[in-house]
């Protein structure tokens, strides 16, 4: 069984991509993050250990006010010790991702 030894990254879908990174920009850097990705819909940030992505929202999330599904929390993947493998879960169900 793999042990768990930290997060490999998260996933933030975002209603407004340009106001969030304006936003994560300032706080990840405080954090001591580095946007070390950058896309038109998509930007993520590093300290070393952990991701931290935003992604815009599709057209049907943005269209409407917060629930459950659209904007937020997208996903997961946290990091194994096992041959450097990382586990990334989506739903109930497990995955190896590399």
Known sequence: MP???????LVLSVGDFMRSKAFY?????YLGFTLKYEYPEMAGW??????FWIAAAD??????KYRKGDIGFHHYASSSC???ATWT????SWRRTA
């Open 3 to 9: 042990r768990v030894v930290g997060i490999d990254h």
């Open 25 to 29: 920009g300032k706080l990840l850097g």
């Open 46 to 51: 590093s300290n070393g250990k952990t991701l």
């Open 59 to 64: 057209p049907r999330g943005r269209r409407r």
């Open 82 to 84: 096992r041959a450097g």
């Open 89 to 92: 879960t989506w739903a109930p």
